[in-house]
């Protein structure tokens, strides 16, 4: 009885369900049974990685979190424990964790498209245009001299994919600046009142708009035969049009039904739940992806308490439950051993190199010819060089749709990790430390280990 109940034990976690072939398949208890252990782990994971990224290193939890998503992949808890890796995370479970990740990531977006500031565009507008350009314009460039190059290597690009549409998906990569993680490090800097921060956010806003679009053209076009490609065109163009001129009209009664009653009801509530869903569902369906229709809602909700209070509700259970799914369904995904050439390891910092060149030195050279001091410059060529979360979802995008291979994969997963966790650091070396000395900046805050990195990443805005 003894060893039966060993036997027993040591099999929880494997397949109960009837025998198929020579193997067995899943039970449904099967997939709750991994769903909760798997979720557990991945919180005290994503919960000790953060609060040692934010002890050690200075950096924001959710930093901690996309380094937690590796962490439990297959380059090192895999690479050490790949019996017990393979057993918390077997390949059948992995749909349900994406489900989740993609239900995360995308109301994630809808609360980053909540926070869209109007006024920064309308007050820095003209002047972020330089910045925003080359920031825009020297990533295309770099990603149109290498990608020939990239398209040679096998395994980097899927066979098939034309060189406009690589240059295209490698172009937006590079040229994405991380906006929320933008906005939290801006308003941790104490930036949120000053020319350079809302220069910085505002030429960020329009690269990351301009990085979507073009992402979107080139899922449009990456499909099966003309008539995917124009449902895509047609459905996302028509979706942003509608909820730009339409959309905000119809939300304005829900924002006045939040006021009438003082919060968000829970009948409120689900209505907001409700049209997310809805406006992931439609941009899914036409070809697209769910994050632009859950950008799209969240930027045409009406600001004031209706906003606040989707934020109040729904951001906690997005950044500390949901959040760490998508990281570590990406962390899944990274397989770094896969870079395991002096040629791959080249390519990889090439592109890193190349990455850096093209936000940090391409806005440190706009903001001067636009007449910023050198300081100043390198400041915003250091914050514009932040990728963070974004980078991961538009490589999540273009591994999901047959884009990119698991090694460009894991090469831009480590190009996002590293432009992210320097930022903050860069930003200090080149223009915090010398403005706190001179009293321009006030000292940086001691943030602790909680929740509100989350919190200000998301509720950044200028008081």
């Known amino acids: 009885m003894f060893d039966e109940l060993l036997r027993a034990m040591g099999d929880v976690i494997g397949a109960h369900g009837p025998a198929v072939s020579a193997a067995q398949s899943y039970a449904p208890s099967d997939y709750s049974i991994h769903f909760f252990l798997q979720i557990a782990v991945i919180l005290l994971v994503c919960r000790v990685v953060g609060w040692m990224a934010n002890r050690f290193m200075g950096q924001p939890q959710v930093v901690g979190e996309m380094i937690a998503g590796v962490v439990l992949g297959p380059s090192l808890f895999g690479l050490f424990f790949p019996e017990f890796q393979a057993a918390l995370f077997p390949r059948e479970t992995r749909n349900i964790l994406y489900v989740g990740a993609q239900f995360g990531v995308g109301l994630y977006m809808f609360l980053v498209g909540t926070t869209l500031r109007l006024d920064h565009f309308q007050s820095k507008a003209k002047s972020a245009v330089g910045v925003s350009a080359a920031g825009i314009v020297a990533p295309f460039l770099f990603a149109a001299l290498i990608t020939p190059f990239l398209l040679?290597?096998?395994?980097?690009?899927?066979?098939?994919?034309?060189?406009?549409?690589?240059?295209?998906?490698?172009?937006?990569?590079?040229?994405l600046t991380a906006f929320p993680m933008l906005a939290r490090i801006i308003n941790e800097r104490g930036l949120a009142n000053t020319s350079l921060g809302t220069l910085t956010l505002t030429a960020g806003a329009f690269d990351d708009a301009v990085s979507w679009c073009v992402l979107a053209l080139v899922l449009a076009t990456f499909g099966a035969g003309p008539g995917v490609a124009l449902l895509a065109v047609v459905g996302g163009v028509g979706f942003a049009l509608f909820m730009f001129f339409v959309g905000r009209k119809l939300l304005v009664p829900l924002g006045r039904a939040v006021e009438a009653k003082g919060e968000l009801t829970h009948t409120l509530l689900a209505v907001v739940l409700m049209l997310y869903a809805m406006s992931a569902f439609f941009m899914d369906a036409v070809g697209i992806h769910a994050v632009f229709g859950g950008f799209l809602l969240g930027a045409c909700m009406p600001r004031?308490?209706?906003?606040?209070?989707?934020?109040?509700?729904?951001?906690?259970?997005?950044?500390?439950?949901l959040l760490p799914m998508f990281f570590t369904y990406s962390g899944l995904n990274t397989q770094l051993t896969t870079v395991n050439s002096l040629t791959l390891l080249a390519i990889a910092f090439g592109i890193l190199l190349v990455s850096i060149a093209a936000k940090f030195g391409a806005c440190w050279l706009a903001a001067r010819l636009a007449g910023e001091d050198n300081r100043t410059a390198m400041g915003i060529g250091a914050l514009m060089n932040a990728r963070g979360l974004m980078e991961l979802i538009i490589i999540n995008i273009g591994l999901q749709k047959g884009i990119i291979g698991p090694t460009l994969f894991a090469i831009m997963v480590l190009m996002a990790i590293v432009t992210t966790v320097m930022a903050g650091p860069l930003f200090e070396i080149v223009y915090g430390r010398k403005a706190r000395e001179t009293g321009e900046l006030g000292q940086l805050g001691t943030d602790g280990p909680d929740d509100a990195p989350h919190r200000n990443e998301l509720a950044a805005k200028p008081a």
């Open 152 to 175: 040679d290597i096998p395994g980097l690009f899927t066979e098939g994919l034309s060189r406009g549409g690589a240059t295209l998906f490698l172009g937006a990569c590079i040229a």
């Open 304 to 321: 004031g308490l209706l906003t606040e209070e989707i934020r109040r509700k729904i951001e906690p259970m997005t950044v500390v439950f």
